[in-house]
């Protein structure tokens, strides 16, 4: 949302089909569902791939960490609270795989 095509030349771009981060973009696409933190859908992808890079790099967030994160992406139907339960749960469920959601 906040960069044209042409600044990504010589950039590796990522997308969710081509994702190799299985366990932590299911992780992230099971809690989206369950948490309802999507409406139509269009800004879910973007979501989905700053939350797996987000949580690459901080494995164990504080939700303040969480909201600064997804702030840099917009979606115009969830209102976010959703969406910030979904990245906090999967943050948690990749942790502790055996904790209860
Ligand atoms: Fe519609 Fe985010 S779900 S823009």
Redesign the pocket.
Known sequence: CLMFAVQLDGSVVETIEGATEARRVEALQIEFVERNA???????PG?LMLATAFLRDHPSPSDEEIREAMASN?????GYQNILRAVRRAADAVADPAAEP
Do not use: E, P, V
């Not at 999507?38 to 879910?44: A, I």
């Not at 917009?74 to 969830?78: A, E, K, Q, S, V």
């Open positions: 999507l409406q139509c859908g269009f800004c879910t979501f917009l979606c115009r139907c969830t």
